[in-house]
């Protein structure tokens, strides 16, 4: 029966790999690479997969420092399989990585030893009572921010395995309902070996770089056809050495084609046109109504950006007052999303000390985020187009990643039911 | 009135495939406009919903620590039956697989039963994203639902009969699209939203990870893939009835009509999906509410004074 399926099961795998969904995660310093593999997925007809469970493969993009281990190692259980992986430093390692990629997802035979070596059930799985299923803590109740009712309380980390996400940032959140209680950022590092190098990769392609964060800003908001247009010219906008080695393959803003062809290298003129077409992406963004609409805040009684008994007494006292600071510190949020994406689409904008800047932003963000919702709070973490490998080694140790498992200055007895959702495949 | 002749039951398959090819048109439609807005040929993008049928056979399913198992799995398989329900009443020129006397009602029950399904797909894997789906899909179905409700009413008050097919018949020479577009332009918002894609379906989205979707993988995955696409094309079907003049039409015979007519509007709701950015559930709320809902119901006493002056 099995032999006589054979001739089937090839042709599945070959239509199915067809259409591989790559997990991309990047490591700080890896912002090169990852650009790289986004621009061969598209060649090839691949796409960025939006979770493990919609992933056939995962690339680390980036030399992964000691703190990513253990990350690196559940995201790859948590894939259903067929499954395959492949790390990347630098662009030009790409094609042979994505070739590596399918030969290994058409590999049968391989592909269902691995399923057959892998549990039923996770490892760290226990026998659980009703209070504890599968030994995990239930999730405890905490009034939620906008309305006093009360809702299920979660700790979810965010990152460092999201798409359109900072490169190693980890926000620990604690969230009600879908809204930020409390968070706690951390930063896994790249490999300490690998940054100067990452350092040279860096001169010169800023534009490319907030275009590329522009872009992600969009995806977060749904508009994927504009999105698709800014990494269009964010490619155009690389620099040559961070191109893909093959020149027939690399995209260019319409009408720029043969000067791509004719001279590898970003010419002045070039880059002109690029800042000229980044301009017109950014008037077409700021015209567009239904954008500005779906970015600006509704005029909902939202959050306080204080939270617990604290809220509660305060709420008691001057409920209207509270929630005026709430809404409008959620309001300048989506105003600051709008504006922020703006000024990325700015080709005359200047960065000066990224590093700086990121580390501010990031010192910043925990009390930002408070009351915010986590969709609010994603396309925030984008437009703030943070650069972790900017940081420098007492940023990094500023940021580095605690081992206590428990939450910063938490007196709520709230669960852990869905911080650690490990995936794990039956057959 | 009344000539639409119910069919026995295993014309049911016939409806099932026919649903399931316009579903595999939608989503290649879609993956075409995808790949040429992102600069690359759109017959490989055409290719979209095969290549991704294969992939999802081929992989394994997963599942959570401590999921809700059952509930899981009415969900997953509810997606695929829904989209049925809706168009058992949808007369396919003079044949109907139910030619219950209540369509009208029957299918705002089956929009309303696609909450249920959000919301458990949301609930059983036991995981963080896939519930802020759940969650959100709730506060934005507050938005659209009752429009929905009030839009679906003025073609049967029009009509006189909550039956689907004399709703049809009610509209010779002047569909109801023309005398009651808001109704219409309110239906296809509800219909961009219970579909659970797009601008208007905080379910899923890239901005929490794919939501509701975010942990389903092979099998599962595919059948809800497949089922959001089949609510679509069922919502566009459900219009031709109501609104567009079910089966009437030149030259072709009528259950021709009906399929051109359902396959042109679906193709619309696609290419009108892909335009607009992800709009989040207080912005819908506060639409739904203030607009729509009004609207629908002035649009609904317009109707009920022409059918009163009328009669």
Same mark, same amino acid.
């Given at each position: 029966?099995?032999?006589?399926?054979?001739?089937?099961?090839?042709?599945?795998?070959?239509?199915?790999?067809?259409?591989?969904?790559?997990?991309?995660?990047?490591?700080?310093?890896?912002?090169?690479?990852?650009?790289?593999?986004?621009?061969?997925?598209?060649?090839?007809?691949?796409?960025?997969?939006?979770?493990?469970?919609?992933?056939?493969?995962?690339?680390?993009?980036?030399?992964?420092?000691?703190?990513?281990?253990?990350?690196?190692?559940?995201?790859?259980?948590?894939?259903?399989?067929?499954?395959?992986?492949?790390?990347?430093?630098?662009?030009?390692?790409?094609?042979?990585?994505?070739?590596?990629? &399918?030969?290994?997802?058409?590999?049968?035979?391989?592909?269902?030893?691995?399923?057959?070596?892998?549990?039923?059930?996770?490892?760290?799985?226990?026998?659980?009572?009703?209070?504890?299923?599968?030994?995990?803590?239930?999730?405890?109740?905490?009034?939620?921010?906008? #309305?006093?009712?009360?809702?299920?309380?979660?700790?979810?980390?965010?990152?460092?395995?999201?798409?359109?996400?900072? &490169?190693?940032?980890?926000?620990?959140?604690?969230?009600?309902?879908?809204?930020?209680?409390?968070?706690?950022?951390?930063?896994?590092?790249?490999?300490?070996?690998?940054?100067?190098? %990452?350092? @040279? %990769?860096?001169?010169?392609?800023?534009?490319?770089?907030?275009?590329?964060? &522009?872009?992600?800003?969009?995806?977060?908001?749904?508009?994927?056809?504009?999105?698709?247009?800014?990494?269009?010219?964010?490619?155009?906008?690389?620099?040559?050495?961070?191109?893909?080695?093959?020149?027939?393959?690399?995209?260019?803003?319409?009408?720029?084609?043969?000067?791509?062809?004719?001279?590898?290298?970003?010419?002045?003129?070039?880059?002109?046109?690029?800042?000229?077409?980044?301009?017109?992406?950014?008037?077409?963004?700021?015209?567009?109504?239904?954008?500005?609409?779906?970015?600006?805040?509704?005029?909902?009684?939202?959050?306080?950006?204080?939270?617990?008994?604290?809220?509660?007494?305060?709420?008691?006292?001057?409920?209207?007052?509270?929630?005026?600071?709430?809404?409008? &510190?959620?309001?300048?949020?989506?105003?600051?999303?709008?504006?922020?994406?703006?000024?990325?689409?700015?080709?005359?904008?200047?960065?000066? @000390?990224?590093?700086?800047?990121?580390?501010?932003?990031?010192?910043?963000?925990?009390?930002?985020?408070?009351?915010?919702?986590?969709?609010?709070?994603?396309?925030?973490?984008?437009?703030?187009?943070?650069?972790?490998?900017?940081?420098?080694?007492?940023?990094?140790?500023?940021?580095?990643?605690?081992?206590?498992?428990?939450?910063?200055?938490?007196?709520?007895?709230?669960? #852990?039911?869905?911080?650690?959702?490990?995936?794990?495949?039956?057959? | 009135?009344?000539?639409?002749?119910?069919?026995?039951?295993?014309?049911?398959?016939?409806?099932?495939?026919?649903?399931?090819?316009?579903?595999?048109?939608?989503?290649?439609?879609?993956?075409?406009?995808?790949?040429?807005?992102?600069?690359?040929?759109?017959?490989?993008?055409?290719?979209?919903?095969?290549?991704?049928?294969?992939?999802?056979?081929?992989?394994?399913?997963?599942?959570?620590?401590?999921?809700?198992?059952?509930?899981?799995?009415?969900?997953?398989?509810?997606?695929?039956?829904?989209?049925?329900?809706?168009?058992?009443?949808?007369?396919?020129?003079?044949?109907?697989?139910?030619?219950?006397?209540?369509?009208?009602?029957?299918?705002?029950?089956?929009?309303?039963?696609?909450?249920?399904?959000?919301?458990?797909?949301?609930?059983?894997?036991?995981?963080?994203?896939?519930?802020?789906?759940?969650?959100?899909?709730?506060?934005?179905?507050?938005?659209?639902?009752?429009?929905?409700?009030? %839009?679906?009413?003025?073609?049967?008050?029009?009509?006189?009969?909550?039956?689907?097919?004399?709703?049809?018949?009610?509209?010779?020479?002047?569909?109801?699209?023309?005398?009651?577009?808001?109704?219409?332009?309110?239906?296809?918002?509800?219909?961009?939203?219970?579909?659970?894609?797009?601008?208007?379906?905080?379910?899923?989205?890239?901005?929490?990870?794919?939501?509701?979707?975010?942990?389903?993988?092979?099998? @599962?995955?595919?059948?809800?893939?497949?089922?959001? %696409?089949?609510?679509?094309?069922?919502?566009?079907?459900?219009?031709?009835?109501?609104?567009?003049?079910?089966?009437?039409?030149?030259?072709?015979?009528?259950?021709?009509?009906?399929?051109?007519?359902?396959?042109?509007?679906?193709?619309?709701?696609?290419?009108?999906?892909?335009?607009?950015? @992800?709009?989040?559930?207080?912005?819908?709320?506060?639409?739904?509410?203030?607009?729509?809902?009004?609207?629908?119901?002035?649009?609904?006493?317009?109707?009920?004074?022409?059918?009163?002056?009328?009669?």
């Amino acid at each position: 029966m099995a032999v006589s399926l054979r001739p089937l099961q090839r042709v599945l795998a070959r239509w199915a790999v067809r259409g591989t969904a790559v997990l991309l995660v990047e490591v700080p310093g890896g912002w090169a690479a990852r650009a790289a593999v986004e621009r061969a997925l598209v060649e090839r007809g691949w796409r960025a997969a939006s979770s493990p469970a919609d992933a056939d493969a995962v690339v680390v993009c980036g030399t992964p420092g000691e703190s990513w281990g253990e990350v690196l190692e559940r995201t790859w259980e948590q894939m259903p399989g067929p499954r395959a992986r492949a790390s990347v430093s630098a662009p030009s390692e790409v094609p042979g990585a994505l070739e590596g990629l &399918a030969a290994s997802l058409l590999d049968d035979d391989a592909q269902r030893a691995d399923a057959a070596s892998r549990d039923l059930v996770p490892a760290d799985v226990e026998n659980g009572d009703d209070m504890h299923p599968a030994g995990l803590d239930l999730a405890g109740g905490e009034d939620d921010l906008r #309305d006093g009712l009360e809702m299920d309380v979660l700790r979810v980390p965010l990152g460092p395995v999201l798409p359109d996400w900072p &490169a190693g940032l980890v926000l620990r959140t604690v969230l009600s309902g879908d809204v930020v209680v409390r968070a706690r950022v951390e930063v896994l590092a790249g490999a300490a070996a690998r940054r100067d190098s %990452a350092d @040279d %990769a860096r001169r010169g392609d800023d534009v490319a770089r907030r275009l590329d964060a &522009a872009a992600q800003v969009l995806r977060l908001a749904g508009a994927d056809d504009v999105a698709a247009r800014a990494v269009h010219l964010r490619d155009a906008a690389l620099p040559a050495g961070l191109r893909s080695l093959s020149p027939r393959s690399a995209p260019s803003p319409s009408g720029l084609r043969s000067l791509l062809t004719s001279s590898r290298g970003a010419g002045a003129e070039e880059a002109h046109e690029v800042r000229g077409e980044a301009a017109r992406l950014r008037g077409r963004v700021e015209r567009s109504r239904v954008l500005a609409w779906a970015l600006r805040e509704a005029d909902v009684a939202t959050s306080s950006p204080t939270s617990g008994a604290e809220s509660d007494a305060a709420q008691a006292s001057a409920p209207g007052d509270l929630r005026d600071v709430g809404l409008d &510190a959620r309001r300048r949020t989506r105003d600051d999303v709008r504006t922020l994406l703006l000024g990325l689409l700015d080709p005359d904008a200047r960065d000066d @000390d990224p590093g700086r800047r990121t580390r501010a932003a990031l010192e910043a963000l925990p009390e930002r985020l408070v009351g915010v919702d986590v969709v609010t709070a994603r396309l925030l973490v984008a437009a703030l187009d943070l650069r972790t490998d900017a940081l420098g080694d007492d940023d990094l140790a500023a940021f580095a990643p605690r081992d206590d498992e428990d939450e910063d200055g938490d007196e709520a007895d709230g669960g #852990d039911a869905h911080a650690h959702h490990h995936g794990h495949a039956h057959g | 009135m009344g000539d639409v002749v119910q069919v026995a039951v295993p014309w049911v398959l016939l409806a099932a495939v026919l649903l399931g090819v316009a579903a595999l048109g939608v989503t290649a439609l879609d993956g075409a406009l995808a790949a040429r807005a992102a600069g690359r040929s759109a017959s490989v993008g055409a290719q979209h919903p095969l290549v991704e049928t294969a992939r999802l056979l081929r992989q394994r399913r997963r599942t959570t620590v401590a999921a809700d198992t059952l509930l899981r799995h009415v969900a997953v398989g509810g997606f695929v039956v829904a989209p049925l329900l809706m168009v058992a009443v949808v007369p396919l020129g003079e044949w109907v697989l139910a030619d219950a006397s209540v369509g009208v009602v029957w299918f705002n029950a089956v929009d309303v039963l696609v909450w249920v399904l959000v919301w458990l797909a949301g609930w059983g894997p036991n995981a963080a994203w896939s519930l802020t789906g759940g969650y959100r899909f709730l506060a934005q179905a507050m938005a659209y639902e009752l429009p929905l409700m009030f %839009a679906l009413t003025a073609p049967a008050v029009a009509a006189g009969s909550l039956r689907v097919g004399d709703v049809a018949a009610a509209q010779p020479g002047l569909p109801h699209v023309v005398w009651m577009p808001v109704a219409f332009v309110v239906y296809c918002t509800g219909v961009l939203a219970f579909s659970v894609r797009g601008p208007l379906s905080p379910a899923g989205g890239a901005a929490i990870s794919g939501g509701v979707l975010a942990e389903l993988s092979g099998v @599962d995955r595919l059948l809800v893939l497949a089922g959001r %696409a089949g609510l679509l094309v069922a919502g566009a079907a459900f219009a031709v009835p109501l609104f567009l003049g079910g089966g009437s039409g030149p030259l072709l015979p009528g259950w021709l009509w009906v399929l051109v007519k359902t396959a042109l509007l679906a193709a619309a709701l696609v290419v009108v999906r892909r335009r607009l950015p @992800d709009v989040r559930p207080e912005r819908f709320l506060a639409l739904g509410w203030t607009v729509l809902l009004p609207a629908a119901l002035l649009q609904l006493l317009v109707v009920s004074v022409v059918v009163v002056v009328r009669s």
